[in-house]
């Protein structure tokens, strides 16, 4: 049994214009001790996913399908149990901790809060953790930043103390959503660097949440590749990388900014912008910024085609697709 297993989620929001479908269908896995990226463009429905998982959707939302937990099915859980999985099982760090933590307590009692809820520490053993996990996380001097306000640190600093609330509760699975998006190039490596050796140690299993295909690249074992709320491609990261398929997937690769390019060479973008989720097309989430989409592609769902061994894309026209070299399809 996987450790998570996503089976048909589908997440559905209510708004003025009617019901939204923000994520469509989505299927995956997680083992124990892997790292999975989710990418896609912003509007994707990778968010939505993520707040799906941690059981935190807005309101006015409901969901479809099965998230498996060692089995048990959480979208069946209710808001009590679903605050203690929080607190032991899953732990989730967004894009700018400004925004997460409270910018009127000290970081060491917002550390030391989930350590005494969820682990029933007492004041002076949650004091201890709380400096063991900032040292942990690369803040110097702990016992002097203890006391500081979020205000008070730097944008990495926070981030690194985002990530030892999310250590505070010893999650199974850890999911960083952009977790460097809001940070100089320079301390996002670093923050990466961390979670990457944290994941290592403690044993937990990632999900990372990025629009930026080399940051998912650089860290994690399998990628799934996300459009209009729907998984176009799912493989190996290596696999992936080997033979990019999707034509998705070639335009994201196509975007990334890469060392050597020929200085006369323009970045490319993929032409148009993300399906509005009201009037997806009844077909292929890609179908009106694909070079090669034809009628089927706008009226029939793509059928998911394993390529290779766990190698999944969902494209009408994979012979085409596999064809045509990137920089083909996107110039
Ligand atoms: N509270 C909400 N009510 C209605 N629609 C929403 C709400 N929050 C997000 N959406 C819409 O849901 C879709 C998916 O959003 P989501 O945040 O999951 O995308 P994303 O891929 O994570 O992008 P980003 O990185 O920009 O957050 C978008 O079209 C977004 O406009």
């Known amino acids: 049994?996987?450790?998570?297993?996503?089976?048909?989620?589908?997440?559905?929001?209510?708004?003025?214009?009617?019901?939204?479908?923000?994520?469509?269908?989505?299927?995956?896995?997680?083992?124990?001790?892997?790292?999975?990226?989710?990418?896609?463009?912003?509007?994707?429905?990778?968010?939505m996913a993520a707040l799906a998982l941690m059981g935190l959707l807005p309101e006015r939302s409901k969901t479809e399908g099965q998230i498996k937990l060692d089995g048990q099915n959480l979208l069946e859980k209710d808001d009590q149990e679903m605050c203690q999985i929080r607190g032991n099982r899953l732990?989730?760090?967004?894009?700018?901790?400004?925004?997460?933590?409270?910018?009127?307590?000290?970081?060491?009692?917002?550390?030391?809060e989930p350590l005494r809820l969820h682990r029933n520490m007492s004041e002076s053993d949650a004091k201890v953790e709380t400096l063991r996990l900032l040292d942990r996380?690369?803040?110097?001097?702990?016992?002097?930043?203890?006391?500081?306000?979020?205000?008070?640190?730097?944008?990495?600093?926070?981030?690194?103390?985002?990530?030892?609330i999310a250590l505070?509760?010893?999650?199974?699975?850890?999911i960083a959503d952009e977790p460097t998006t809001a940070l100089d190039v320079t301390i996002q490596d670093q923050i990466l660097d961390l979670i990457q050796t944290l994941v290592r140690e403690e044993g937990m299993s990632l999900i990372l949440i990025s629009h930026d295909l080399g940051v998912i690249s650089e860290n994690t074992d399998n990628i799934l590749v996300m459009y209009g709320g729907a998984a176009v491609e799912t493989g190996k990261t290596e696999q992936i990388f080997d033979e990019l398929i999707h034509p998705y997937t070639q335009g994201l690769f196509a975007a990334m900014p890469k060392l050597g390019r020929a200085k006369n060479?323009?970045?490319?973008?993929?032409?148009?912008?993300?399906?509005?989720?009201?009037?997806?097309?009844m077909g292929c989430t890609f179908t009106d910024r694909c070079p090669l989409a034809t009628e089927v592609c706008q009226n029939t769902p793509p059928p998911v085609v394993e390529v290779k061994s766990k190698h999944f894309v969902a494209c009408h026209h994979l012979d085409e697709a596999r064809d045509r070299k990137t920089e083909e399809l996107f110039s």
């Open 137 to 164: 996380v690369g803040i110097p001097n702990p016992q002097a930043r203890f006391d500081n306000y979020p205000h008070q640190l730097s944008g990495g600093q926070r981030q690194r103390v985002m990530i030892a």
């Open 91 to 112: 732990a989730m760090i967004f894009q700018e901790p400004m925004t997460s933590l409270n910018p009127v307590h000290t970081v060491g009692n917002q550390i030391m």
């Open 168 to 174: 505070s509760c010893q999650p199974d699975v850890l």
């Open 1 to 47: 049994m996987s450790l998570l297993n996503i089976n048909n989620l589908s997440v559905i929001l209510e708004t003025n214009k009617g019901p939204a479908r923000a994520v469509r269908n989505l299927s995956f896995r997680l083992e124990k001790g892997e790292t999975l990226g989710i990418v896609g463009e912003s509007g994707c429905g990778k968010s």
């Open 265 to 281: 060479r323009r970045l490319v973008t993929i032409p148009g912008t993300v399906p509005d989720l009201i009037s997806m097309p």
